[in-house]
T-cell receptor, first 116, second 114 residues
């Protein structure tokens, strides 16, 4: 089945620094990837849709200058949290769909970001 | 704005019983419906997806879809303690080359008691 690899799984950073999260589709090409954020005891909220070779589409209320998304190849999308603050601490998850298969949407393993 | 509603629970069932999870959605144009299971601190994992009205069975799981009522459910037969998790209902609009995101409900927490 379709596999999406996400790294790192856990990161702790100081306030004001930047953190990059990588999401790779291992056995299929993902022209589109989705980035979600999940706060404790809440559901997954879509942050942005990442399209290979073009600018990402951000959901209302998500700062595009703070959450930089790059989708430079058909298998890799990155999310960079710039100038991170404690309120950015959350569980970030990427997702992609294998258009060739019938596997539904596959999720990466998630990144637990803690900003101290 | 698409909305997906789920009872947050917790839903407690004894081991071996049938667990019934329900979900309603507001966008009548929704075409694809998914059930994910999420353990605490982990990423969601796909259980089933359903596109057509009626029932779809996969092992101990049965998804039921009623588009007229905008209702989708998941039945878990012979519930096991390992089924204890949060179950997320998700819907999307018609598939367009993979660029349509999922909209999630808040999830129902299921507890299977041994």
């Amino acid at each position: 089945g379709a596999v999406v690899s996400q790294h790192p799984s856990r990161v702790i950073c100081k306030s004001g620094t930047s953190v990059k999260i990588e999401c790779r589709s291992l056995d299929f090409q993902a022209t589109t990837m989705f980035w979600y954020r999940q706060f404790p005891k809440q559901s997954l909220m879509l942050m942005a849709t990442s399209n290979e070779g073009s600018k990402a589409t951000y959901e209302q209320g998500v700062e595009k200058d703070k959450f930089l998304i790059n989708h430079a190849s058909l298998t890799l999308s990155t999310l960079t949290v710039t100038s991170a603050h404690p309120e950015d601490s959350s569980f970030y998850i990427c997702s992609a769909r294998d258009g060739q298969g019938d596997y539904g949407y596959t999720f990466g393993s998630g990144t637990r970001l803690t900003v101290v | 704005q698409k909305e997906v509603e789920q009872n947050s629970g917790p839903l407690s069932v004894p081991e071996g019983a049938i667990a019934s999870l329900n979900c309603t959605y507001s966008d009548r144009g929704s075409q694809s419906f998914f059930w994910y299971r999420q353990y605490s601190g982990k990423s969601p994992e796909l259980i089933m997806f359903i596109y057509s009205n009626g029932d779809k069975e996969d092992g101990r799981f049965t998804a039921q879809l009623n588009k007229a009522s905008q209702y989708v459910s998941l039945l878990i037969r012979d519930s096991q303690p390992s089924d204890s998790a949060t179950y997320l209902c998700a819907v999307t609009a018609p598939f367009k080359g993979g660029n349509t995101p999922l909209v999630f409900g808040k999830g129902t927490r299921l507890s299977v008691i041994a």
